[in-house]
């Protein structure tokens, strides 16, 4: 059982172009959401997160959105650049939950940017 | 900053030997993180340490398997009589997060090492 969902392995955006990435989670005691970048032969890097009190979160070119009623957030990168290229996983935590089960990561989406 | 280092990077092993790999977190960092991960899949919580206590283990973790810090500073996972199936990159992460609460702090991953049981 899937609790956190990229029901897209890939997508080409034209680089300068906006790229979005969406993810869906079935958990409703997840609270906070994270974004990760993944190049190849490397660990996963922190990019963006967000907590259920907010909807939106920006850092530079970078913004998630959430929408709790949907269970549903995504990434927008505006624009994209050819170093954007990588996997993006999206994930998911109860932060009151106490307990320590780790981040819950979806199966990643690769970004590809056009030049 | 260093950031997290794992060791070995690959490891290739045959079925039923025993391996090791070693974790060195950012030296401020409380937690420490394993994580497994294969092909098309993200990362998969396997267990935490806060400090030297290792507080959660997921039921991924069969017995076969065991993670220590015994000095709150480096871990390591070691797995008994490989399979096939444990063929993954093992992940290890390092956060600094507060006594009680959740985990929701951002993670520092370390490149992983690649285990292939042949």
């Known amino acids: 059982d899937q609790q956190v969902k990229q029901n897209s392995p890939s997508l080409s955006v034209q680089e300068g172009r906006i790229s979005i990435l969406n993810c869906d989670y079935t958990n409703s005691m997840f609270d906070y959401f994270l974004w990760y970048k993944k190049y190849p032969a490397e660990g996963p890097t922190f990019l963006i997160s967000?907590?259920?009190?907010?909807d939106k979160n920006e850092d530079g070119r970078f913004t998630v959105f959430l929408n709790k009623s949907a269970k549903h957030l995504s990434l927008h990168i505006v624009p994209s650049q050819p170093g954007d290229s990588a996997v993006y996983f999206c994930?998911?935590?109860?932060?009151?939950?106490?307990?320590?089960?780790?981040?819950?990561f979806g199966k990643g989406t690769h970004l590809i940017i056009q030049p | 900053d260093t950031g997290v280092s794992q060791d070995p990077r690959h490891k290739i092993t045959k079925r039923g030997q025993n391996v090791t790999f070693r974790c060195d977190p950012i030296?401020?960092?409380?937690?420490l993180y394993w994580y497994r991960q294969t092909l098309g899949q993200g990362p998969e919580f396997l267990t935490y340490f806060q400090n030297e206590a290792q507080l959660e283990k997921s039921r991924l973790l069969s017995d076969r398997f065991s993670a220590e810090r015994p000095k709150g500073s480096f871990s390591t996972l070691e797995i008994q009589r490989t399979e096939q199936g444990d063929s993954a990159m093992y992940l290890c992460?390092?956060?600094?997060?507060?006594?009680?609460?959740?985990?929701?702090?951002?993670?520092?991953f370390g490149s992983g090492t690649q285990l292939s049981v042949l």
């Open positions: 967000i907590s259920s009190i907010k």
């Open positions: 994930a998911a935590s109860q932060y009151s939950g106490g307990g320590a089960d780790g981040l819950t």
């Open positions: 030296s401020e960092h409380n937690r």
């Open positions: 992460a390092s956060s600094f997060g507060g006594t009680f609460g959740g985990i929701n702090e951002k993670l520092f």
